[in-house]
Nanobody, 127 residues
């Protein structure tokens, strides 16, 4: 079983920035897609960004393109989500996720199928 732990969430004013981080085992970065999704109260899960096993250009949701950047650091064994120009509608619980097998119902985003994720970190954008 793979355990992921997100960090870096918090309360930020509109227009502000946050950087979320998620340590992952090295083998996960080598052999599994990795990314982020979020879930706001009363809404469905929304895929945000992912990097497939082959690397290359990350997939990024239209709703956050130009504001959010996913970073996979192979040396530090982390995946991060840099979030700039945050808006109130970005308020949600953010999850680091990978396609490592689990019994959870998958979250599908583009070419990434997220099957394992952490407990999430709360991001609140409010003045």
């Amino acid at each position: 079983q793979l355990h992921l732990v997100e960090s870096g969430g918090g309360l930020v004013q509109p227009g502000g920035s946050l950087r979320l981080s998620c340590p992952v085992p090295g083998f996960t970065l080598d052999y599994h897609a990795i990314g982020w999704f979020r879930q706001a109260p009363g809404k469905e899960r929304e895929g945000l960004a992912c990097i497939t096993t082959g690397g290359g250009t990350p997939e990024v949701a239209n709703s956050v393109r130009g504001r959010f950047t996913i970073v996979r650091d192979m040396s530090q064994k982390t995946v991060e989500l840099q979030m700039n120009n945050l808006k109130p509608e970005d308020t949600a619980v953010y999850y680091c996720a990978t396609d490592y097998y689990s019994l959870l119902t998958p979250v599908i985003f583009g070419n990434c199928i997220f099957k394992t994720w952490g407990q999430g970190t709360q991001v609140t954008v409010s003045s």
